[in-house]
């Protein structure tokens, strides 16, 4: 798979332009990338001139604020969903499908951990997410008692060739493993008037060896659905068919799919897009680059290409 920087995850938005703009780094404007001539093939408002108009600075910086703790859940010793309370602004942005944020437990500089909404509870004001401890960052959310921080949102926790997936209609295969399934939650329950609808019709495919019973009944109740509506497989047995795959004595063919989601690690992407054989232009996946700054500053997101050209991921939205 090519990573695209083609259009900026913050293009266009209420964050744009960002501090990229401010060095000389923008990703979409070659005006700001340090060129002479205008050649950015951007329809959208012009960035350039939202720059200077607000006097060469960045807009809308994504600063920290606190967040109360209403609920923790854990399950085991190493998962923790954690429900927090936000304003009802912030919880109808953080709905959209593939939204994370950056998640502290103390106000220390170097503490900022990249973790995916679970579930956007807007009426309530409230977000779920699904932390798994691993280390002094996720050791320090999950020792909060009163009060996380937040910084975003940032929208490009999926990574795809289609330019608009959220507003496609018609059958969606998704497939998800450990904390993976916390993202499916929350695009599944952005989807659910459409399910009812009858305009989309979701299949589930859950690996669930890194995940406990409650966290998958309560993630199904999250998205508004039944777990008798999702297939329990181990990826690693899945067997590959011309055209698709089998999962025990059920066959899933590529060609009945109009977009396919695979939200686990790249080890897994990989896999079953090839045991798929689903085309690029099908495939919804999870940005799984390391995140550090979400601003494309730090470089710790860098991906280089296979023409030698480097790629920031936390920016990036679009892949061919």
């Known amino acids: 798979m090519n990573y695209l920087n083609g259009i900026c ?17 923008c990703l979409v404007c070659s005006r700001l990338a340090g060129e002479q001539a205008c050649d950015c093939k951007w329809c959208g408002l012009c960035i350039y001139n939202e720059f200077m108009q607000n006097d060469r ?10 967040a109360h703790i209403v609920r923790k859940v854990w399950y085991g010793e190493d998962l923790l969903r954690l429900v927090v309370e936000v304003d009802k602004g912030f919880a109808l942005r953080a709905a959209r499908p593939g939204t994370f944020v950056f998640l502290k437990g103390k106000e220390a500089e170097y503490y900022d951990v990249p973790i995916s909404v679970m579930k956007a509870d807007v009426q309530n004001c409230r977000l779920h997410f699904a932390v798994r401890i691993i280390s002094a960052k996720t050791k320090a959310i999950a020792e909060a008692t009163e009060y996380v921080y937040i910084r975003g949102i940032y929208r490009n926790g999926f990574l795809t060739g289609i330019q608009d997936y959220r507003s496609e209609k018609g059958r969606l295969l998704i497939m998800t493993r450990g904390v993976g399934l916390a993202p499916a939650v929350n695009l599944i329950g952005a989807a659910q008037d459409k399910i009812r ?3 989309i019709e979701a299949e589930v495919i859950v690996d669930t060896e890194k995940i406990t019973a409650d966290f998958l ?9 039944s777990e008798k509506q999702i297939k329990k497989s181990p990826f690693d047995d899945i067997c590959p068919v011309p055209g698709g795959i089998m999962v025990y004595d059920r ?22 897009a090839k045991r798929l054989e689903a085309p690029v232009s099908k495939l919804v996946v999870a940005n799984n680059y390391h995140m550090c700054c ?10 280089v290409d296979e023409n030698g050209k480097p790629h920031k991921m936390c920016k990036c939205r679009q892949k061919e």
């Open 217 to 225: 009944k309560d993630g199904c109740e999250l998205a508004g659905i």
């Open 57 to 66: 600075k960045a807009k809308n910086l994504r600063n920290s604020f606190k």
């Open 251 to 272: 066959v899933y063919c590529t060609d009945d799919y109009d977009i396919i989601f695979i939200l686990a690690s790249d080890y897994y992407i990989r896999l079953l």
């Open 9 to 25: 995850a913050d293009a266009g938005s209420s964050n744009c332009p960002c501090p990229l703009a401010e060095t000389g780094g």
């Open 294 to 303: 979400g601003e494309g500053i730090c470089g710790a997101c860098n991906h």
């Open 197 to 199: 609808a009858g305009e």
